[in-house]
């Protein structure tokens, strides 16, 4: 399964339980890291500049890009990390059998539904997925590490920073 095949999220997201039975797990393994009790005075933003659906998997990594290459230079209580997104969506595949002698059990494109095997969070256009807080002088190694976890995304990220207001 590719994450090309769901980039574009088309017709009616699946996040009732109604309709699809089962749900995958989430790999998603913390959404707020780092030092969470410190205020810091800046704000560092990764936002989406396209309407794509993400995986969870892309998150996750996405995560522990920004998060490992920032921890090397501030340390673990030098920033605080926070996904802004949750991933619910569920994305079905219908899987057909390709063995011999599987003409008369698949059923081929008749009545078929699918089943779930992956999440996604569906993402609008100036989104903000995942924020760092930091002191100043640690500003620009935050950039730095989101533009890394960039790469990690689908559709054209941009990141912005902020100072905060207390």
């Known amino acids: 399964m590719h994450g090309a095949c769901y980039r574009k999220g088309n017709g009616q997201p699946y996040a009732n339980t ?6 995958p ?14 205020k810091f005075s800046y704000c560092v933003q990764l936002l989406i500049n396209e309407k794509v659906q993400i995986r969870h998997m892309a998150i996750e990594s996405t995560r522990l890009a920004a998060n490992k290459t920032l921890e090397k230079t501030t340390g673990e209580s030098g920033y605080s990390s926070r996904l802004r997104i949750y991933p619910h969506i569920r994305l079905r595949e219908n899987k057909l059998i390709a063995a011999a002698g599987a003409d008369r059990l698949s059923e081929g494109m ?24 930091v002191e100043k002088e640690h500003v620009d190694a935050a950039s730095s590490a989101l533009r890394k976890a960039c790469v990690k995304l689908p559709g054209t990220p941009s990141i912005r920073v902020f100072e905060n207001k207390n």
């Open 18 to 23: 109604r309709h699809i039975k089962g749900k």
């Open 25 to 38: 797990q989430i790999k998603i393994a913390k959404f707020n890291s780092g030092n969470k009790k410190k």
């Open 110 to 133: 008749r009545r078929a539904f699918g089943k779930a095997n992956s999440l996604a969070a569906r993402v609008r256009q100036g989104q903000v997925i995942m924020e760092m807080n």
